[in-house]
Protein backbone atom coordinates (compact mmCIF):
# COMPACT_ATOMS: atom_id res chain seq x y z
CA UNK A 1 0.00 0.00 0.00
CA UNK A 2 2.60 2.61 0.86
CA UNK A 3 4.54 1.89 -2.21
CA UNK A 4 1.72 2.35 -4.59
CA UNK A 5 1.12 5.87 -2.84
CA UNK A 6 4.95 6.87 -3.00
CA UNK A 7 4.55 5.83 -7.07
CA UNK A 8 0.86 8.26 -7.32
CA UNK A 9 2.87 11.10 -5.85
CA UNK A 10 5.57 10.51 -7.93
CA UNK A 11 3.39 10.39 -11.14
CA UNK A 12 1.84 13.05 -9.79
CA UNK A 13 4.93 15.51 -9.54
CA UNK A 14 6.08 14.12 -13.00
CA UNK A 15 2.86 15.26 -14.52
CA UNK A 16 3.13 18.80 -12.70
CA UNK A 17 6.51 19.70 -13.83
CA UNK A 18 5.77 18.30 -17.54
CA UNK A 19 8.98 16.16 -16.93
CA UNK A 20 9.55 13.61 -20.06
CA UNK A 21 10.70 10.16 -19.93
CA UNK A 22 9.40 6.71 -19.57
CA UNK A 23 7.19 7.44 -16.75
CA UNK A 24 5.59 9.72 -19.04
CA UNK A 25 3.35 7.00 -20.74
CA UNK A 26 2.01 6.37 -17.69
CA UNK A 27 1.41 9.60 -16.35
CA UNK A 28 -0.88 9.91 -19.52
CA UNK A 29 -3.90 8.34 -17.93
CA UNK A 30 -2.61 10.06 -14.71
CA UNK A 31 -2.25 9.19 -11.60
CA UNK A 32 -3.47 5.30 -10.99
CA UNK A 33 -6.17 4.99 -7.84
CA UNK A 34 -6.18 2.05 -5.69
CA UNK A 35 -9.08 0.55 -7.54
CA UNK A 36 -9.45 -2.26 -4.31
CA UNK A 37 -9.89 -0.12 -1.69
CA UNK A 38 -12.05 2.47 -3.58
CA UNK A 39 -14.13 -0.63 -3.93
CA UNK A 40 -14.33 -1.28 -0.36
CA UNK A 41 -15.68 2.52 0.04
CA UNK A 42 -17.41 2.22 -2.55
CA UNK A 43 -19.87 -0.21 -1.24
CA UNK A 44 -19.79 1.44 2.04
CA UNK A 45 -21.22 4.27 0.26
CA UNK A 46 -23.41 2.51 -1.60
CA UNK A 47 -25.11 0.34 1.19
CA UNK A 48 -25.30 3.98 3.50
CA UNK A 49 -27.34 5.16 0.59
CA UNK A 50 -29.58 2.52 -0.02
CA UNK A 51 -30.59 2.59 3.22
CA UNK A 52 -32.68 6.12 2.59
CA UNK A 53 -36.13 5.74 1.69
CA UNK A 54 -36.45 8.49 -0.66
CA UNK A 55 -39.26 6.66 -2.33
CA UNK A 56 -41.28 9.43 -4.30
CA UNK A 57 -43.26 10.50 -3.32
CA UNK A 58 -42.96 11.94 -1.05
CA UNK A 59 -39.38 11.92 -1.84
CA UNK A 60 -37.44 13.45 1.24
CA UNK A 61 -34.31 13.14 -0.89
CA UNK A 62 -32.38 15.56 1.22
CA UNK A 63 -31.64 12.36 3.17
CA UNK A 64 -29.26 11.77 0.09
CA UNK A 65 -28.19 15.25 -0.15
CA UNK A 66 -27.39 15.24 3.55
CA UNK A 67 -25.37 12.64 3.02
CA UNK A 68 -23.56 13.21 0.27
CA UNK A 69 -23.16 16.75 1.55
CA UNK A 70 -21.14 15.20 4.68
CA UNK A 71 -18.78 13.10 2.62
CA UNK A 72 -17.64 15.66 0.42
CA UNK A 73 -17.21 18.54 2.64
CA UNK A 74 -14.99 16.06 5.13
CA UNK A 75 -12.20 15.92 2.27
CA UNK A 76 -13.04 19.67 1.63
CA UNK A 77 -15.18 19.40 -1.41
CA UNK A 78 -16.89 22.56 -1.36
CA UNK A 79 -21.75 22.14 -1.72
CA UNK A 80 -24.35 23.95 -2.74
CA UNK A 81 -27.73 23.13 -1.90
CA UNK A 82 -30.82 23.91 -4.24
CA UNK A 83 -34.04 23.93 -3.15
CA UNK A 84 -37.41 25.00 -4.12
CA UNK A 85 -38.93 22.59 -1.24
CA UNK A 86 -36.65 21.96 1.46
CA UNK A 87 -37.19 17.98 1.92
CA UNK A 88 -36.50 18.57 -1.44
CA UNK A 89 -33.03 19.36 -2.43
CA UNK A 90 -30.56 19.42 -4.87
CA UNK A 91 -26.76 19.04 -4.66
CA UNK A 92 -23.91 20.46 -6.62
CA UNK A 93 -20.66 19.84 -5.80
CA UNK A 94 -17.55 21.47 -8.15
CA UNK A 95 -14.08 20.53 -8.52
CA UNK A 96 -12.21 23.83 -10.11
CA UNK A 97 -10.42 23.51 -13.20
CA UNK A 98 -8.16 25.77 -15.13
CA UNK A 99 -10.64 27.09 -16.94
CA UNK A 100 -8.97 25.61 -20.82
CA UNK A 101 -12.63 23.70 -21.78
CA UNK A 102 -16.03 24.00 -20.52
CA UNK A 103 -17.07 22.33 -17.44
CA UNK A 104 -18.58 18.53 -17.55
CA UNK A 105 -21.50 17.32 -15.67
CA UNK A 106 -21.79 14.74 -14.06
CA UNK A 107 -25.58 13.10 -12.82
CA UNK A 108 -27.36 10.91 -10.62
CA UNK A 109 -31.03 11.16 -9.23
CA UNK A 110 -31.32 11.22 -5.57
CA UNK A 111 -35.46 9.64 -5.35
CA UNK A 112 -36.61 5.95 -5.58
CA UNK A 113 -40.14 4.91 -7.14
CA UNK A 114 -42.24 3.47 -4.12
CA UNK A 115 -41.82 -0.25 -3.32
CA UNK A 116 -44.80 -2.88 -1.72
CA UNK A 117 -42.95 -4.30 0.85
CA UNK A 118 -44.70 -7.32 1.09
CA UNK A 119 -43.61 -8.10 -2.34
CA UNK A 120 -39.89 -8.13 -1.30
CA UNK A 121 -37.82 -11.10 -0.47
CA UNK A 122 -35.01 -8.77 0.80
CA UNK A 123 -36.53 -6.05 2.27
CA UNK A 124 -36.07 -3.14 -0.22
CA UNK A 125 -34.08 -0.75 1.97
CA UNK A 126 -32.15 -3.09 3.52
CA UNK A 127 -28.93 -3.18 1.03
CA UNK A 128 -28.87 -7.26 1.51
CA UNK A 129 -25.65 -8.60 -0.36
CA UNK A 130 -26.73 -12.22 -1.66
CA UNK A 131 -24.88 -14.58 -4.31
CA UNK A 132 -22.49 -11.65 -5.30
CA UNK A 133 -25.96 -8.98 -6.07
CA UNK A 134 -27.01 -6.35 -3.84
CA UNK A 135 -30.40 -5.76 -3.90
CA UNK A 136 -32.46 -2.81 -2.78
CA UNK A 137 -34.81 0.09 -4.01
CA UNK A 138 -32.70 2.17 -6.17
CA UNK A 139 -29.69 -0.38 -6.70
CA UNK A 140 -30.10 0.54 -10.42
CA UNK A 141 -32.40 3.00 -10.67
CA UNK A 142 -30.38 5.13 -9.90
CA UNK A 143 -28.07 4.86 -6.90
CA UNK A 144 -25.08 3.96 -9.01
CA UNK A 145 -24.52 6.88 -10.70
CA UNK A 146 -25.26 8.70 -6.99
CA UNK A 147 -22.21 6.79 -5.92
CA UNK A 148 -20.04 6.67 -9.06
CA UNK A 149 -20.18 10.37 -8.80
CA UNK A 150 -19.30 10.57 -5.59
CA UNK A 151 -16.61 8.43 -5.87
CA UNK A 152 -15.35 10.12 -8.92
CA UNK A 153 -14.78 13.19 -7.02
CA UNK A 154 -13.48 12.11 -3.91
CA UNK A 155 -10.67 10.21 -6.05
CA UNK A 156 -9.96 13.30 -8.40
CA UNK A 157 -9.17 15.43 -5.33
CA UNK A 158 -7.61 12.97 -3.27
CA UNK A 159 -5.23 12.43 -6.40
CA UNK A 160 -5.06 16.31 -6.86
CA UNK A 161 -5.61 15.54 -10.18
CA UNK A 162 -4.63 18.82 -11.97
CA UNK A 163 -7.84 19.77 -14.82
CA UNK A 164 -8.24 21.67 -17.45
CA UNK A 165 -12.18 22.00 -17.01
CA UNK A 166 -14.73 21.87 -13.99
CA UNK A 167 -15.82 18.78 -12.79
CA UNK A 168 -19.61 19.20 -11.41
CA UNK A 169 -21.56 16.53 -9.42
CA UNK A 170 -25.30 17.27 -9.65
CA UNK A 171 -27.80 14.88 -7.47
CA UNK A 172 -31.23 16.14 -8.48
CA UNK A 173 -34.49 15.25 -6.63
CA UNK A 174 -37.75 14.23 -8.05
CA UNK A 175 -36.79 12.45 -11.26
CA UNK A 176 -39.17 9.94 -11.04
CA UNK A 177 -42.14 11.92 -12.06
CA UNK A 178 -41.70 15.27 -10.44
CA UNK A 179 -38.97 16.81 -12.12
CA UNK A 180 -40.31 20.55 -10.95
CA UNK A 181 -38.47 20.52 -8.21
CA UNK A 182 -35.21 18.71 -9.28
CA UNK A 183 -34.10 19.32 -12.86
CA UNK A 184 -36.65 21.73 -13.96
CA UNK A 185 -36.07 24.17 -11.19
CA UNK A 186 -32.12 23.51 -11.61
CA UNK A 187 -32.32 24.61 -15.27
CA UNK A 188 -34.57 27.13 -15.07
CA UNK A 189 -33.90 28.56 -11.74
CA UNK A 190 -30.25 27.51 -11.44
CA UNK A 191 -28.99 26.87 -14.96
CA UNK A 192 -25.48 28.41 -14.36
CA UNK A 193 -24.53 26.13 -11.37
CA UNK A 194 -24.55 23.49 -13.96
CA UNK A 195 -23.57 24.93 -17.23
CA UNK A 196 -21.23 22.50 -19.08
CA UNK A 197 -20.01 20.92 -22.69
CA UNK A 198 -20.78 17.54 -21.58
CA UNK A 199 -22.79 15.54 -19.40
CA UNK A 200 -22.79 11.96 -18.26
CA UNK A 201 -26.11 10.54 -16.59
CA UNK A 202 -28.41 7.57 -16.54
CA UNK A 203 -30.33 5.40 -19.12
CA UNK A 204 -27.15 3.77 -20.76
CA UNK A 205 -25.93 0.23 -20.03
CA UNK A 206 -23.93 -2.47 -20.64
CA UNK A 207 -25.14 -5.95 -21.84
CA UNK A 208 -24.83 -9.14 -20.62
CA UNK A 209 -25.98 -11.79 -22.17
CA UNK A 210 -25.00 -15.61 -20.87
CA UNK A 211 -22.71 -13.67 -18.16
CA UNK A 212 -20.49 -12.18 -21.18
CA UNK A 213 -20.22 -8.81 -22.02
CA UNK A 214 -22.01 -8.14 -25.65
CA UNK A 215 -21.49 -4.01 -26.11
CA UNK A 216 -22.43 -1.18 -24.23
CA UNK A 217 -25.40 1.14 -24.83
CA UNK A 218 -24.79 5.22 -25.11
CA UNK A 219 -28.35 7.29 -24.92
CA UNK A 220 -27.49 10.25 -27.23
CA UNK A 221 -30.72 11.24 -27.64
CA UNK A 222 -34.60 10.38 -26.18
CA UNK A 223 -37.95 10.39 -27.51
CA UNK A 224 -40.34 13.49 -26.36
CA UNK A 225 -43.25 12.07 -24.56
CA UNK A 226 -46.52 13.94 -24.80
CA UNK A 227 -49.86 13.25 -24.08
CA UNK A 228 -52.86 13.13 -26.76
CA UNK A 229 -56.89 12.93 -26.19
CA UNK A 230 -59.35 11.85 -28.13
CA UNK A 231 -62.49 12.71 -27.04
CA UNK A 232 -65.80 11.93 -28.55
CA UNK A 233 -68.52 13.39 -28.53
CA UNK A 234 -72.12 12.24 -29.75
CA UNK A 235 -76.44 11.89 -28.69
CA UNK A 236 -76.92 10.36 -25.19
CA UNK A 237 -80.06 8.25 -24.59
CA UNK A 238 -81.44 5.46 -23.69
CA UNK A 239 -79.43 1.98 -24.17
CA UNK A 240 -82.02 0.12 -24.89
CA UNK A 241 -82.27 1.74 -28.36
CA UNK A 242 -79.06 2.00 -29.87
CA UNK A 243 -77.73 5.55 -31.56
CA UNK A 244 -75.82 5.68 -34.48
CA UNK A 245 -73.72 8.26 -33.13
CA UNK A 246 -73.09 6.65 -29.14
CA UNK A 247 -69.23 8.11 -28.41
CA UNK A 248 -68.29 5.15 -27.04
CA UNK A 249 -68.48 3.38 -30.33
CA UNK A 250 -67.06 5.94 -32.08
CA UNK A 251 -63.95 6.29 -29.44
CA UNK A 252 -63.49 2.79 -29.67
CA UNK A 253 -63.15 2.94 -33.42
CA UNK A 254 -60.62 5.55 -33.14
CA UNK A 255 -58.72 3.95 -30.42
CA UNK A 256 -58.14 0.79 -32.27
CA UNK A 257 -57.53 3.25 -35.88
CA UNK A 258 -54.95 4.64 -33.92
CA UNK A 259 -53.23 1.55 -31.94
CA UNK A 260 -53.12 -0.28 -35.38
CA UNK A 261 -51.80 2.88 -37.09
CA UNK A 262 -48.30 2.34 -38.44
CA UNK A 263 -46.44 5.13 -38.14
CA UNK A 264 -44.20 5.89 -41.09
CA UNK A 265 -40.48 4.98 -39.78
CA UNK A 266 -37.85 7.41 -39.82
CA UNK A 267 -34.29 7.27 -38.95
CA UNK A 268 -31.98 10.04 -37.33
CA UNK A 269 -28.04 10.01 -36.50
CA UNK A 270 -28.10 8.09 -33.70
CA UNK A 271 -30.57 5.40 -34.57
CA UNK A 272 -28.46 4.93 -38.12
CA UNK A 273 -25.67 4.46 -35.90
CA UNK A 274 -27.73 2.06 -33.22
CA UNK A 275 -28.34 -0.64 -36.00
CA UNK A 276 -25.50 -0.20 -38.22
CA UNK A 277 -23.27 -1.44 -35.31
CA UNK A 278 -26.10 -3.72 -34.14
CA UNK A 279 -25.64 -5.15 -37.42
CA UNK A 280 -21.95 -5.87 -37.54
CA UNK A 281 -21.84 -7.40 -33.91
CA UNK A 282 -25.12 -9.89 -34.72
CA UNK A 283 -25.22 -13.01 -36.30
CA UNK A 284 -26.22 -12.68 -39.86
CA UNK A 285 -30.24 -13.90 -39.21
CA UNK A 286 -30.28 -11.30 -37.19
CA UNK A 287 -27.70 -8.80 -38.78
CA UNK A 288 -30.42 -8.82 -41.80
CA UNK A 289 -33.23 -6.92 -39.85
CA UNK A 290 -31.34 -3.89 -38.50
CA UNK A 291 -29.53 -3.93 -42.23
CA UNK A 292 -33.22 -3.61 -43.37
CA UNK A 293 -34.25 -1.05 -41.19
CA UNK A 294 -31.56 1.25 -42.49
CA UNK A 295 -33.83 1.89 -45.49
CA UNK A 296 -37.01 2.58 -43.92
CA UNK A 297 -38.96 2.69 -46.86
CA UNK A 298 -38.17 -0.67 -48.56
CA UNK A 299 -40.62 -3.97 -48.02
CA UNK A 300 -37.28 -5.60 -46.59
CA UNK A 301 -37.77 -2.65 -43.48
CA UNK A 302 -41.45 -3.60 -43.18
CA UNK A 303 -40.72 -6.81 -42.40
CA UNK A 304 -38.30 -6.84 -40.26
CA UNK A 305 -40.15 -3.77 -38.47
CA UNK A 306 -43.23 -6.47 -38.31
CA UNK A 307 -40.80 -8.92 -36.68
CA UNK A 308 -39.48 -6.79 -33.76
CA UNK A 309 -43.11 -4.99 -32.84
CA UNK A 310 -43.55 -8.46 -31.68
CA UNK A 311 -40.74 -9.62 -30.50
CA UNK A 312 -38.33 -6.23 -29.76
CA UNK A 313 -41.05 -3.32 -29.53
CA UNK A 314 -37.98 -1.35 -28.56
CA UNK A 315 -36.83 -1.22 -31.82
CA UNK A 316 -39.68 -0.77 -33.41
CA UNK A 317 -40.43 2.33 -31.26
CA UNK A 318 -37.37 3.72 -32.24
CA UNK A 319 -38.04 3.69 -35.61
CA UNK A 320 -41.15 6.09 -35.26
CA UNK A 321 -42.91 8.25 -32.79
CA UNK A 322 -45.01 5.63 -31.40
CA UNK A 323 -48.75 5.86 -30.00
CA UNK A 324 -49.90 3.23 -26.73
CA UNK A 325 -53.42 4.34 -25.36
CA UNK A 326 -52.95 3.71 -21.95
CA UNK A 327 -56.57 5.06 -20.67
CA UNK A 328 -60.55 5.05 -21.62
CA UNK A 329 -63.34 6.26 -20.00
CA UNK A 330 -66.66 6.95 -20.85
CA UNK A 331 -69.90 6.60 -19.47
CA UNK A 332 -71.54 5.70 -15.71
CA UNK A 333 -74.39 3.40 -15.69
CA UNK A 334 -75.47 0.13 -17.69
CA UNK A 335 -78.41 1.61 -19.32
CA UNK A 336 -77.22 4.81 -20.29
CA UNK A 337 -75.45 5.80 -23.62
CA UNK A 338 -73.07 8.80 -22.48
CA UNK A 339 -72.55 11.75 -24.75
CA UNK A 340 -68.93 11.35 -24.12
CA UNK A 341 -65.97 9.69 -24.07
CA UNK A 342 -62.25 10.29 -24.32
CA UNK A 343 -58.88 8.06 -23.79
CA UNK A 344 -55.46 8.92 -23.35
CA UNK A 345 -52.60 8.23 -25.79
CA UNK A 346 -49.04 8.08 -24.39
CA UNK A 347 -47.17 9.34 -27.53
CA UNK A 348 -43.46 9.20 -27.75
CA UNK A 349 -42.23 11.42 -30.48
CA UNK A 350 -38.72 11.28 -32.20
CA UNK A 351 -36.86 14.33 -31.36
CA UNK A 352 -37.31 16.31 -34.78
CA UNK A 353 -41.24 15.24 -35.01
CA UNK A 354 -43.07 18.14 -36.10
CA UNK A 355 -46.18 18.17 -33.00
CA UNK A 356 -48.83 19.58 -35.87
CA UNK A 357 -48.28 17.73 -38.32
CA UNK A 358 -48.18 14.49 -36.53
CA UNK A 359 -51.23 15.56 -34.96
CA UNK A 360 -53.00 16.31 -38.29
CA UNK A 361 -51.67 13.06 -40.00
CA UNK A 362 -53.20 11.00 -36.51
CA UNK A 363 -56.97 13.02 -37.21
CA UNK A 364 -56.53 11.59 -41.29
CA UNK A 365 -56.15 8.10 -39.67
CA UNK A 366 -59.13 8.31 -37.32
CA UNK A 367 -60.85 10.27 -40.02
CA UNK A 368 -64.20 10.40 -37.70
CA UNK A 369 -65.56 14.08 -37.53
CA UNK A 370 -67.11 12.65 -33.99
CA UNK A 371 -63.59 12.39 -32.61
CA UNK A 372 -61.12 15.52 -31.53
CA UNK A 373 -57.47 14.41 -30.96
CA UNK A 374 -55.57 17.13 -29.26
CA UNK A 375 -52.41 17.45 -27.08
CA UNK A 376 -53.03 18.01 -23.23
CA UNK A 377 -50.24 19.65 -21.02
CA UNK A 378 -49.46 17.32 -17.95
CA UNK A 379 -46.40 18.76 -15.78
CA UNK A 380 -45.21 15.72 -15.32
CA UNK A 381 -45.28 14.47 -19.03
CA UNK A 382 -43.88 16.82 -20.53
CA UNK A 383 -40.21 17.68 -21.55
CA UNK A 384 -38.47 19.79 -23.35
CA UNK A 385 -36.94 19.36 -26.49
CA UNK A 386 -33.06 18.90 -26.95
CA UNK A 387 -30.42 18.59 -30.08
CA UNK A 388 -29.38 14.84 -29.44
CA UNK A 389 -25.56 14.55 -28.58
CA UNK A 390 -22.85 14.48 -31.03
CA UNK A 391 -21.21 10.99 -31.82
CA UNK A 392 -17.98 12.51 -33.30
CA UNK A 393 -17.02 14.53 -30.09
CA UNK A 394 -14.88 14.08 -27.31
CA UNK A 395 -16.47 12.92 -25.41
CA UNK A 396 -18.41 10.15 -26.97
CA UNK A 397 -14.71 9.61 -28.35
CA UNK A 398 -14.28 8.92 -24.18
CA UNK A 399 -16.92 6.36 -23.31
CA UNK A 400 -15.76 4.66 -26.37
CA UNK A 401 -12.24 4.27 -24.85
CA UNK A 402 -13.08 3.56 -21.35
CA UNK A 403 -15.97 1.22 -22.45
CA UNK A 404 -13.26 -0.64 -24.38
CA UNK A 405 -10.81 -0.57 -21.69
CA UNK A 406 -13.34 -1.45 -18.80
CA UNK A 407 -15.61 -4.09 -20.38
CA UNK A 408 -13.39 -4.66 -23.78
CA UNK A 409 -16.45 -4.36 -25.87
CA UNK A 410 -17.82 -1.67 -28.46
CA UNK A 411 -19.79 1.09 -27.74
CA UNK A 412 -23.17 1.55 -29.74
CA UNK A 413 -24.99 4.83 -29.13
CA UNK A 414 -29.04 4.71 -29.14
CA UNK A 415 -32.42 6.61 -28.72
CA UNK A 416 -34.11 6.06 -25.36
CA UNK A 417 -37.68 5.62 -25.66
CA UNK A 418 -38.18 6.71 -22.14
CA UNK A 419 -37.97 10.53 -20.80
CA UNK A 420 -34.72 11.34 -18.68
CA UNK A 421 -33.52 14.26 -17.16
CA UNK A 422 -31.20 14.73 -19.75
CA UNK A 423 -33.72 16.33 -21.74
CA UNK A 424 -33.82 19.60 -20.01
CA UNK A 425 -29.97 19.43 -19.49
CA UNK A 426 -29.85 19.09 -23.44
CA UNK A 427 -32.75 21.98 -23.81
CA UNK A 428 -29.69 24.33 -22.18
CA UNK A 429 -26.99 23.23 -25.18
CA UNK A 430 -25.20 20.56 -23.01
CA UNK A 431 -24.18 16.91 -24.90
CA UNK A 432 -25.43 14.68 -22.84
CA UNK A 433 -24.52 11.24 -22.82
CA UNK A 434 -26.39 7.89 -20.73
CA UNK A 435 -24.37 5.49 -19.32
CA UNK A 436 -25.06 2.80 -16.61
CA UNK A 437 -23.43 -0.56 -15.39
CA UNK A 438 -23.51 -3.83 -16.80
CA UNK A 439 -26.74 -5.99 -16.25
CA UNK A 440 -27.35 -9.36 -17.29
CA UNK A 441 -29.93 -9.12 -20.22
CA UNK A 442 -31.70 -11.87 -18.91
CA UNK A 443 -32.42 -10.46 -15.47
CA UNK A 444 -34.95 -8.17 -16.30
CA UNK A 445 -37.90 -10.27 -17.66
CA UNK A 446 -37.36 -12.41 -15.02
CA UNK A 447 -38.64 -9.35 -12.21
CA UNK A 448 -34.73 -8.06 -11.02
CA UNK A 449 -35.35 -4.92 -13.12
CA UNK A 450 -35.12 -1.11 -12.52
CA UNK A 451 -38.35 -0.22 -10.53
CA UNK A 452 -39.22 -4.19 -9.95
CA UNK A 453 -39.54 -5.96 -6.53
CA UNK A 454 -36.22 -7.65 -6.36
CA UNK A 455 -34.51 -4.26 -8.07
CA UNK A 456 -30.91 -6.26 -7.85
CA UNK A 457 -27.13 -5.21 -9.08
CA UNK A 458 -24.11 -7.45 -9.85
CA UNK A 459 -21.69 -6.12 -7.15
CA UNK A 460 -18.98 -6.59 -9.31
CA UNK A 461 -20.49 -4.53 -12.18
CA UNK A 462 -21.18 -1.81 -9.64
CA UNK A 463 -17.43 -1.49 -8.86
CA UNK A 464 -16.63 -1.55 -12.91
CA UNK A 465 -19.22 1.27 -13.32
CA UNK A 466 -17.34 3.42 -10.90
CA UNK A 467 -14.32 3.13 -12.28
CA UNK A 468 -15.98 2.77 -16.28
CA UNK A 469 -17.06 6.35 -14.89
CA UNK A 470 -14.23 7.85 -13.13
CA UNK A 471 -12.07 6.56 -16.59
CA UNK A 472 -14.27 8.94 -18.58
CA UNK A 473 -14.23 12.18 -16.44
CA UNK A 474 -11.03 11.50 -15.85
CA UNK A 475 -10.13 11.51 -19.79
CA UNK A 476 -12.23 14.15 -20.13
CA UNK A 477 -11.06 16.62 -18.09
CA UNK A 478 -7.13 16.02 -16.51
CA UNK A 479 -5.09 18.88 -17.76
CA UNK A 480 -3.44 18.22 -20.49
CA UNK A 481 0.65 19.04 -21.06
CA UNK A 482 -0.70 21.03 -24.33
ZN1 LIG B 1 -33.68 6.80 -13.01
Not at 30 to 53: I, S, Y
Request: charged share 25%; proline share 7%; glycine share 8%.
Amino acid sequence: MRKRVRVVAVLTAVAALGIGGPLRIHAQNGPAPDWPRLNDETLRHFQALLRLDTQNPPGNEHLVTDFVKSVLEKEGIPVQIFASDPKRPNLVARLKGNGKKQPLLYMGHSDVVTVDPKKWTFPPFSATRDGGYIYGRGSLDDRPHVVAGLMTLLTLKRLNVPLDRDVIFLVESGEEGTTGVGIGFMTSQHADAIAAEYCLAETGSVARVGGKVTYASVQATEKLPRRVELFASGPSGHASRPLQGNAVVHLAAAVAAVGKWRVPMRLNATTTEFFRRMADISPETEAVRYRALLDPASPAAAAADAYFAEHEPGYSSMMRTSISPTMIEGGYRLNVIPSEARASLDVRMLPDENPDQFLAAMTRVINDPAVVARYVNDAGVGRPSGRPARLDSEAFAAIQSAASRNYDTVTIPMMGTGATDMAQVRGKGTECYGIGPAADVEDGPKGYGAHSDQERILESELYRFVRFSYDIVNDLARARAN
